[in-house]
């Protein structure tokens, strides 16, 4: 049982627009900032949005992230193939039982 | 270019200790904080521990505080994370992840696997 709770599936056709929901609490992401990562199969996660909505140098203009109270969500346009991957959001915790908290993650498939 | 390179994962019987190394280049690693974040077989990412750039700062998840202890020498650029008293739900993808204020955990090893099995 994750501490953030995301979607377990999403998809969509090539060009669609999808977004992948993340929710938490006042512990982590009402108080602190949300991390998105890409984990394509068989490789080790990837950074994709930090700080909510900053795209790291490299990371395509067409994923975007956002943050309201204690939910957030990750954005995706113009859905390509090799965008099929898994999605885990992220944050810091402010309680005594973690540090970094994770969604369970999202298998996006690109039908 | 940054790189992290875990290495010392393998088979351990349960109740059994293993000691696992990070190896870390391209950036100053006495600089940054680090942690270890597991996968097991299947499932989502567990944050395990953290520590501070310095070391005296150190964190847990419940599900391995007591048996697990990391630890860094910041002289040879390397991470360790001592496992003792093995589970069968210890079994996962262990990877070594760097941390900064400004991007948070943001880059990651390719992973050491831990089985624990008899």
């Known amino acids: 049982q994750s501490v953030l709770t995301q979607p377990p599936s999403a998809s969509g056709t090539p060009g669609q627009r999808v977004t992948i929901s993340c929710s938490g609490s006042s512990s982590n992401i009402g108080s602190n900032t949300v991390n998105w990562y890409q984990q394509l199969p068989g490789t080790a996660p990837k950074l994709l949005i930090y700080?909510?909505?900053q795209r790291p140098s490299g990371v395509p203009d067409r994923f975007s992230g956002s943050k309201s109270g204690t939910s957030a969500s990750l954005a995706i346009s113009g859905l390509q193939s090799e965008d099929e991957a898994d999605y885990y959001c992220?944050?810091?915790?402010?309680?005594?039982?973690?540090?970094?908290?994770f969604g369970g993650g999202t298998k996006l498939t690109v039908l | 270019e940054v790189q992290l390179v875990e290495s010392g994962g393998g088979l351990v019987q349960p109740g059994g200790s293993l000691r696992l190394s990070c190896a870390a280049s391209g950036f100053t690693f006495s600089s940054y904080e680090m942690n270890w974040v597991r996968q097991a077989p299947g499932k989502g990412l567990e944050w395990v521990s953290y520590?501070?750039?310095?070391?005296?700062?150190?964190y847990y998840a419940d599900s391995v505080k007591g048996r697990f202890t990391i630890s860094r020498d910041n002289a040879k650029n390397s991470l360790y994370l001592q496992m003792n008293s093995l589970r069968a739900e210890d079994t996962a993808v262990y990877y070594c992840a760097r941390e900064s204020r400004d991007y948070g955990v943001d880059y990651w090893g390719q992973g050491t696997l831990v089985t624990v099995s008899s």
């Open positions: 700080s909510n909505n």
């Open positions: 520590i501070s750039s310095s070391g005296s700062t150190i």
């Open positions: 992220a944050a810091w915790d402010d309680s005594l039982n973690a540090y970094v908290v």
